[in-house]
């Protein structure tokens, strides 16, 4: 009898034509957080069109979430599909290419699961960028009963278990009093507190330990030269190894937003965004079983260990359950880095195509060896499954 794991990958090769040009369709109409209405449609149609997949979609009230799951084994593996692109960018982050590979490697597993004793759940995630919308997912309960996940993410680099940074963000805002440009002593500008917290904040970072991470941006400060601002808006977002260093951090941080408030002479009222990313926490046991796959498939793996990899609201899912979130690359130069022009073109090209064949298939024999693994299946079921909201 041929071996399962030649059988998933020959049902990976009769598949791959589709599933590119899955990657390639959802590339070319980039949709932002929790618009992803197109790209949630696309993929649940291709993995109902298989006839292995019981599909609920709107989950967690979120439009665009959905679950598809194939089997009724023991082991229920997650799988979760991206879908959210960049504003101005479009997918420069590849999420196009995680979907595709996501469901490629979900419709190899699906005929063999019965055999596997597998479950196998696609989980459509929206929002990662902007609304961890797997938080949320988490807090509905919509990963309640799976016992471990992984997913497949592009990069520069190939990283098989990834520093992530958690992070928080928050929105501060300044309120003055209005004026005619022409009297600014009538006035209290809030543009100069965004300026006086900027400058702080840039002072404060000489004193931050290594590792740690301080972004703001004005959102508003104003809206025409001969009028003085009575309201601005800036947001913050702080990454640190743990959510734990992210909070003492903003705690001096805010002094630099506050000080800005005191020289200009506003009010300033600070909001803590919903959108939180978690530290990741990686399962050796998927980590290894991956990188031997993909390293058959050619991709190398250097040393990152001491590399940060931005954040993602895949840690929070790390949190609850065993999880990986490998990093296969695009052959890039530097410049095209993930967030880029580059990038987003190169995720609906070759490069992106070359991802989703080596993504979606060393994902879905990692998975079907966790199953055949006495050890690591037994660890995986004795854990539990994921929390229930």
């Not at 060393?362 to 690591?376: G, K």
Request: charge should be negative; include cysteine; hydrophobic fraction near 45%.
């Amino acid at each position: 009898m041929t071996g399962i794991n030649d059988r998933i990958e020959r049902e990976f090769a009769s598949n791959l034509d589709q599933v590119t040009e899955l990657s390639r369709e959802i590339g070319a109409r980039p949709e932002l957080a929790f618009e992803e209405h197109e790209t949630s449609a696309s993929i649940v149609a291709l993995l109902e069109r298989s006839g292995h997949f019981a599909v609920e979609t709107g989950v967690a009230g979120l439009a665009t979430a959905f679950t598809a799951s194939a089997g009724s084994g023991e082991l229920v593996f997650g799988i979760c599909a991206e879908m959210d692109a960049l504003p101005g960018i479009g997918h420069g982050c590849g999420h196009n290419t995680i979907a595709a590979a996501g469901a490629g490697a979900a419709l190899a597993l699906a005929p063999f699961a019965g055999e596997l004793g597998l479950t196998v759940r696609v989980f459509g995630t929206p929002a990662e960028e902007n609304g961890t919308g797997k938080e949320i997912m988490l807090n509905e309960g919509v990963f309640a009963g799976t016992h471990a996940a992984m997913m497949v993410h592009p990069s520069l680099q190939d990283v098989v278990a990834a520093r992530f940074w958690a992070s928080r963000s928050w929105r501060i805002t300044y309120t003055g009093r209005g004026g005619h440009a022409s009297r600014p002593w009538s006035a209290r500008n809030a543009a100069d507190a965004t300026v006086v917290a900027q400058t702080a904040v840039g002072l404060l970072r000489q004193q931050l330990p290594d590792g740690v991470r301080v972004h703001h941006v004005v959102k508003e400060a104003g809206t025409a030269v001969n009028v003085i601002a009575d309201r601005a808006v800036m947001e913050c977002m702080i990454r640190c190894d743990t959510i734990g260093e992210v909070d003492e951090v903003w705690e001096r941080v805010r002094n630099c937003f506050e000080a800005g408030a005191v020289a200009a002479g506003t009010g300033v009222e600070f909001t803590t965004l919903p959108s939180v990313y978690r530290e990741f926490r990686h399962d050796p046991d998927l980590a290894a079983a991956f990188q031997a796959h993909a390293e058959a498939l050619g991709r190398t793996f250097p040393d990152y260990a001491d590399t940060q990899f931005a954040s993602t609201d895949m840690g929070n899912v790390s949190q609850v359950m065993p999880a990986l979130h490998p990093m296969l690359s695009f052959d890039l130069p530097p410049e095209d880095g993930n967030h880029t022009p580059g990038f987003a073109e190169a995720a609906s090209g070759a490069e992106g195509d070359r991802f989703v064949r080596d993504g979606g298939l060393a994902m879905a024999l990692t998975i079907a060896d966790v199953a055949r693994s006495e050890p690591v299946r037994a660890r995986l079921l004795a854990k539990g499954p994921g929390r229930d909201g």
